[in-house]
């Protein structure tokens, strides 16, 4: 498997800007279908802050000429001017879904315009301006080898930066006393408390097959190996994904405990098939709100009308074997917003020919429940993370 290869066939669409008395092209990539600037102007040190952000509130794109160092700071100026008080909205929002979309439009319009300061990638991915870094190593875990000048965002060259960090010095995982190391574009397993939950609850008797649903970086998985669990399936539609988590198995040395699997849900069978059994416990940890991705990195934290939760609790009774359960691992989080209700969370679970044997919840502990400043803070303090255990009927 190998997921940052086809950048030169996917990123084909072309940016044009004016440059000593030339017109000049480049290839336009943007991991986050940002579409192509209409506008180009070149800005280099001298350009000012003020100035900036005009062009960039109007559409026009910053290809920058100038000190590396100082694009970072005039990132940092325009990010300042974009959550200034008077750019906020004046009015409160009355309930927390109006806060919550106010909030995500606030943030689409933030990455818009902070996207507006480019840069080139030359072939090798070198960057030709004084004082940059050397972003060889994490454009490559990110994009696949460089063969062709592309333009992208500063802002984005900045986060696969920061995305490449953390695959290399990788996040602790105390259940397994470990590592897993995510890579670029792949949900980071930071929220300790429902790796808590998969640890400590009691598992099925016998449990000799396990599948984890949208493994991602195959923490889960990690885990029911940890335990006990000898043969575990592990499946994904990210090719990412599939990767990050090939990679994390291999360091843990569970190669032989979990196999994993190309597939949007469940193992699909061939031929009619039942290859890989029913298994005595089937994990699942969607994406916990059900809400439109803005683009395919927001696919991890983002479930468009529930789709994945959906699509797993309709096929969990065919693929569990009699005594086997489905553990959903599900934040409250959208309830607080109002984007689903308790209510319809169990009828889904009922029509699915499904029953709760047993729910265990754990308070939220990530930061942003200490932020008073966040519009969403009411919800995050109030945030409860749930493993149900589901039987069927």
Known sequence: MNTAKNLNQTNNQTISWQEANKTKTGIWHSENAAPVPKRVQIADDTTKADDAYKLCCEGTALLWRGDFQNAKMLMQALSRRIDRPGKKPKKPASTMLEAFHLH??????????????????????????????????????????????????????????????????????????????PSYGVFSPIRGEYLDLVDVTPLPVPCNLAFDIGTGTGVLAAILANRGVTKIIATDNSHRALDCALKNVNLLGLKNNVSLIEADLFPKAKEGKDEYGKADLIVCNPPWLPAHPSSALESAIYDEKSKMLKGFLNGLAAHLSSHGEGWLVLSDFAEYLGLRTREELLGWITAAGLKVLERTDTKARHSKTLDASDPLHAARKAEVTSLWRLGKL
Do not use: F
């Open 104 to 181: 995500r439009q606030s943030q689409s319009q933030k990455a818009r315009i902070l996207g507006m300061l480019v840069i080139e990638l030359n072939v090798g991915y070198n960057i030709n301006l004084r004082r940059a870094p050397d972003v060889k190593a994490a454009c490559e875990h990110a994009y696949g080898k460089s063969t062709q000048t592309i333009v992208v965002s500063l802002r984005e060259i900045l986060g696969l930066v920061g995305a490449y960090e953390w695959s290399k010095n990788g996040v602790d995982i105390p259940v397994i006393n470990n590592k897993i190391y």
